[in-house]
């Protein structure tokens, strides 16, 4: 006994945004210049300056990604901090998790040797994404000087952040140009950065500061900064 096989033919609708970039494309266009790839920029920063333990480390903002493994790897006691709960595939004995909101928590003050920054402090403040409830137009810089007050002397940062002309997109994120990227570093000394850009061919390459503050950001488009910061008076707070 035999089976007839029959081919069906289904409709499926291709939203226009899609056949527009398969056209431009195929036509031998530039690409159209996304952030693509830029966690892979940032968390190979963030990993590269992770220091050797021991010590007590903060991953504030862990997200999706595995940098307070990392730094529990490296042999630091970490506590890792989000808004919203997180679901690992390993475990580590010194690694937790604290789900809550760093200006709500009652942290003791010069107690971490690490902090993990990494494309979060944009976010403070910013109603409408990641859980952030109560607005607050100062909230990054808030946060930086409260993160500052838990760090001890000689403690690092390891920060990412947006950068480019300074804007605040929507409930999306900051931007942090000439004007207010100082301020959010006031009180730290920098030891290292670095930027990077996207070039017309949708690659990210390493761009000098001057460049990486003049891009024009948007909902889908900025260039990276990359930091390695120090603690080397008090607590601020």
């Known amino acids: 006994m035999s089976s007839a096989r029959r081919t069906v033919a289904v409709r499926v609708p291709i939203p226009a945004w899609v056949l527009n970039r398969l056209s431009r494309t195929t036509a031998g266009a530039e690409p159209v210049v996304t952030l693509a790839g830029d966690r892979d920029v940032e968390w190979s920063w963030v990993a590269s300056q992770i220091p050797t333990g021991p010590g007590d480390a903060l991953d504030f903002g862990t997200g999706g990604s595995h940098l307070a493994f990392v730094a529990a790897q490296r042999g630091f006691r970490v506590a890792a901090l989000d808004l919203q709960p997180v679901r690992w595939a390993y475990a580590h004995p010194d690694l937790s998790f604290v789900q809550g909101d760093l200006l709500q928590l009652s942290l ?123 603690v080397t008076g008090g607590p601020a707070c």
């Open 108 to 230: 003791p003050p010069r107690r971490f040797d690490l902090v993990i920054n990494c494309s979060t402090v944009e976010h403070v403040g910013l109603t409408g994404r990641y859980g952030v409830g109560a607005p607050s137009p100062d909230g990054d810089l808030t946060a930086m000087a409260y993160l500052r007050g838990l760090m001890k002397p000689g403690a690092a940062m390891v920060l990412t952040i947006p950068v480019g002309r300074d804007a605040v997109i929507g409930s999306l994120h900051r931007v942090y140009g000439p004007q207010r990227l100082g301020r959010l570093l006031d009180g730290y000394d920098v030891e290292k950065q670095q930027y990077w850009a996207k070039n017309p061919q949708n690659v990210w390459m390493l761009v000098d500061r001057p460049d990486a503050l003049t891009v024009e950001p948007s909902a889908h488009l900025y260039a990276l900064g990359c930091f390695v910061l120090r």
